[in-house]
């Protein structure tokens, strides 16, 4: 069996924060729905091995090995070695063989398995797309001779996540790709976004790249200014976040009035922060420090870079994502 060019990523089962999507009816919430998501992009550790960026060794199912392990859409796929396709919830009880980095920097294979497949829910479907399934993916940790759950329970009490064909680096950036994926639990943003209607798969919104709007809304769900992977943002925080898609978009709308109390805080594009009107929380004058091209000083509530769409737009026309949450300062 030739080794399977792989990356297995899972997302972060620790920080969240409050997120406050427009859509009405959206990840089973109703009154604008008020969700949690993660801050961070995904899990750092699990049983003390490093997540970001293990190479699978291999792939099998009842023993017998699968090749050519590739995410179509929102589920994985594999073959057989009689050529034929396995996908969907037939890969439950699949073994994923990988090499971790151990705190002391060695590297060892971990063995992970898919206890379970299941569909995703149309409640957490805004484009009516289908095409997802969400694995139950556990770790063998041999210390206890016991397989241990690799997500952390969502708001759902569920320990699941979305594969995407994509890698995330410490900084951030998305890196596409036809080789490598991700597993994203659904306590982070990477299947949070996905969540939201940003599939990265996702055509027939004019010219939009939903890859891009992913990855863009990676950026602002974590306040993630400056483009360089460091949340600026706390547990519990809401922000209403929309975009402006073309017909049949947008995906996630923005009311006639801001929610009660929230303000504009930025445009997004991949890059982070187009630019700011205000942090969202009341941070350290470091921040401005960082990029000081998009941010003003924390706490200069009379000293905006932008202040409304038009203000985002006016200096970059192809921003894709906007947000408004409350003035936080303690």
């Known amino acids: 069996m030739r080794p399977i060019a792989a990356v297995l990523l899972l997302g972060a089962c620790a920080a969240d924060v409050e997120v406050r999507v427009s859509s009405t009816e959206q990840m089973g919430v109703n009154m604008q729905g008020v969700n949690m998501q993660g801050v961070n992009m995904q899990g750092v550790n699990m049983q003390g091995v490093n997540m970001q960026g293990f190479a699978l060794d291999g792939l099998t199912l009842t023993s017998a090995p699968l090749s050519n392990a590739r995410v179509a ?74 397989w241990q759950p690799a997500c952390g329970p969502d708001s759902d009490g569920r320990r699941v996540a979305i594969p995407i064909a994509a890698t995330f680096d410490d900084l951030g950036d998305r890196h596409d790709s036809s080789t490598m994926f991700t597993f994203g639990c659904t306590t982070g943003v990477i299947a949070k976004c996905y969540r939201w209607g940003y599939r990265p798969w996702l055509t027939g919104y004019g010219a939009a790249s939903f890859s891009d709007l992913h990855w863009t809304c990676t950026r602002a769900a974590r306040a993630d200014y400056c483009g360089d992977g460091t949340p600026h943002t706390k547990n519990g925080t809401v922000v209403n976040i929309w975009d402006r898609l073309p017909a049949p978009g947008p995906i996630q709308k923005h009311g006639l009035l801001a929610p009660l109390g929230m303000v504009f805080e930025a445009g997004w594009n991949t890059s982070g922060a187009v630019c700011l009107s205000r942090a969202r929380w009341l941070l350290d004058a470091t921040l401005a420090n960082l990029c000081p091209d998009r941010l003003v000083p924390p706490g200069l509530l009379g000293a905006t870079v932008c202040d409304t769409v038009a203000d985002v737009l006016g200096q970059d026309p192809n921003a894709l994502l906007f947000n408004e949450s409350y003035l936080n300062l303690l």
Do not use: C
Request: hydrophobic share 35%; proline share 3%.
């Open 73 to 146: 859409k929102g589920e994985l796929v594999a073959n057989r070695p009689n050529g034929s396709t396995v996908s969907g919830t037939a890969m439950t009880g699949a073994r994923l063989f990988a090499h971790g980095v151990d705190a002391s920097g060695a590297t060892r294979v971990v063995e992970y398995r898919i206890a379970a497949v299941t569909a995703e829910s149309a409640s957490y479907d805004p484009t009516r797309t289908g095409n997802t399934f969400l694995y139950n993916i556990e770790q063998w940790v041999a210390d206890t001779s016991s």
